[in-house]
T-cell receptor, first 112, second 112 residues
Framework: ELKVEQNPLFLSMQEGKNYTIYCNYS?????LYWYRQDPGKSLESLFV?????AVKQEGRLMASLDTKARLSTLHITAAVHDLSATYFC????????????FGKGTHLIIQP | DTGVSQNPRHKITKRGQNVTFRCDPI?????LYWYRQTLGQGPEFLTY????????KSRLLSDRFSAERPKGSFSTLEIQRTEQGDSAMYLC??????????FGDGTRLSIL
């Protein structure tokens, strides 16, 4: 059974600081997603990482994938309050179009 | 782009009653997914359709749950004889090919 673990699960940080969220998964996959969820809202796709060594950046967020280590990271640079949300990583174990396995999410609070 | 639409947004029912939710995917998407999300957890995969064919069902989908996508467009998820533990947010997502899944706003089910 595929397991996806995120850490930390809760993170409170100040604006302007940098931090990294980690996502480990237990079986082979070369397809990993990062989603953002605001309270009471649905999930918004942030990044799709499709191969070992993939790196994607959008604004203050950068995601990377190491399939050999079964590890993805989401790095936040110079955090701003608007980035406060819950961030999920999700893994597609078969590399196809089956259901995703999500981590528990990282609840991120960025304080002014 | 109207996005994935789910109805109703919130359903309150008494234990033992049947409920049905509807999902309208993005029109050109041939794949449709149902997930369940409880408070503080990531979404859990329930089932997946490609066009009208239901191709995968999670072990979470008990006999009381049934999903259909009769014409390969909208989908319904029915829960019979609801139980307290069915209280959750039910999320629908759609995708085209191997593109990221786009999520709807969900239906929040509350069992009294």
């Amino acid at each position: 059974e595929l397991k996806v673990e995120q850490n930390p699960l809760f993170l409170s940080m100040q604006e302007g600081k940098n931090y990294t969220i980690y996502c480990n998964y237990s079986t082979t996959s070369d397809r990993l997603y990062w989603y953002r969820q605001d309270p009471g809202k649905s999930l918004e796709s942030l990044f799709v990482l499709l191969s070992n060594g993939a790196v994607k950046q959008e604004g203050r967020l950068m995601a990377s994938l190491d399939t050999k280590a079964r590890l993805s990271t989401l790095h936040i640079t110079a955090a701003v309050h608007d980035l406060s949300a819950t961030y999920f990583c999700a893994v597609d174990p078969l590399g196809g179009a089956d259901g995703l396995t999500f981590g528990k999410g990282t609840h991120l609070i960025i304080q002014p | 782009d109207t996005g994935v639409s789910q109805n109703p947004r919130h359903k309150i029912t008494k234990r033992g009653q049947n409920v049905t939710f509807r999902c309208d995917p993005i029109s050109e998407h041939n794949r449709l997914y149902w997930y369940r999300q409880t408070l503080g957890q990531g979404p859990e995969f329930l089932t997946y359709f490609q066009n009208e064919a239901q191709l995968e069902k999670s072990r979470l989908l008990s006999d009381r749950f049934s999903a259909e996508r009769p014409k390969g467009s909208f989908s319904t998820l029915e829960i019979q004889r609801t139980e307290q533990g069915d209280s959750a947010m039910y999320l629908c997502a759609s995708s085209e090919g191997n593109q990221p899944q786009h999520f709807g706003d969900g239906t929040r089910l509350s069992i009294l």
